[in-house]
């Protein structure tokens, strides 16, 4: 088993920046691919960012040029550099860790974007 836990949400200014955490235990070497995903109040969660162990990346598009995704293999840790945050940004973020076999998920931290 492998348990996520975030860091790092907040409230912030449109134009503001957040910067977001999440550390992988248990068993968390069996985990390649890890990544971002969001759910915005009435809507479905959607992906925001992934990254694999290699490195290679994918993002959704309206954050691309805004929102960095990066990773500490050593650590099991994935961040999320968020800047030139809008209100449209705000969502409860969840952080994913997927192995051959299981898709785990983070308890999810709240952006809030004000305008």
């Known amino acids: 088993q492998v348990q996520l836990a975030e860091s790092g949400g907040g409230l912030v200014q449109a134009g503001g920046s957040l910067r977001l955490s999440c550390a992988a235990s248990g068993n968390r070497f069996s985990i390649n691919t890890m990544g971002w995903y969001r759910q915005a109040p009435g809507k479905q969660r959607e992906a925001v960012a992934t990254?694999?162990?290699?490195?290679?990346?994918n993002y959704e598009d309206s954050v691309k040029g805004r929102f960095t995704i990066s990773r500490d293999n050593a650590k099991s840790t994935v961040y999320l550099q968020m800047n030139s945050l809008q209100p449209e940004d705000t969502a409860v973020y969840y952080c994913?860790?997927?192995?051959?076999?299981?898709?785990?998920w983070g308890q999810g931290t709240q952006v809030t974007v004000s305008s």
């Open positions: 994913s860790g997927r192995d051959i076999l299981n898709n785990y």
């Open positions: 990254i694999t162990r290699g490195g290679s990346t």
